[in-house]
């Protein structure tokens, strides 16, 4: 008996087109989510491009940098794409201009 009255009650009927209002609040959570992403991942990742570019710009003869392998050395010479690290006396490798990681401050290598 108390099974019988449970199927009984039926839910109210929903509109038939759900109206703008209902499509809109149904994409908020969605445009919510791209903005967060936006300020937590995307905008703080071209922030530190930006900065790695201008860095790679500025490089000049004899600045000490680290590249991306690990090795530390000093600027002999500047090309358009490509530079030389002088990591020793006289050993001298040939690098793109955007594998260096870090210029270092002046008289950090001995």
């Known amino acids: ?16 087109a759900g109206g703008p209002e ?12 791209f903005v967060v992403l936006y300020f937590v991942m995307i905008r703080p990742q071209m922030k ?9 710009d500025a490089l000049a003869k004899g600045d000490e940098v680290v590249t ?10 500047l090309g358009e794409a490509f530079l030389h690290v002088e990591l020793a006396d006289g050993v001298e490798v040939q690098i793109q ?12 290598l001995k």
Do not use: C, D, N
């Not at 530190?48 to 790679?56: C, F, I, L, P, S």
């Open 97 to 108: 201009r955007s594998a260096v990681v870090q210029v270092l401050p002046k008289g950090t």
């Open 68 to 77: 991306a392998g690990g090795l530390l050395g000093r600027v002999s010479k």
């Open 1 to 16: 008996m108390f099974i019988a009255q449970a199927f009984a009650q039926t839910a109210p009927a929903a509109t038939p």
């Open 22 to 33: 209902s499509s809109l609040l149904s994409m908020l959570p969605l445009l919510l989510m």
């Open 48 to 56: 530190k491009q930006k900065e790695h570019k201008a860095m790679v």
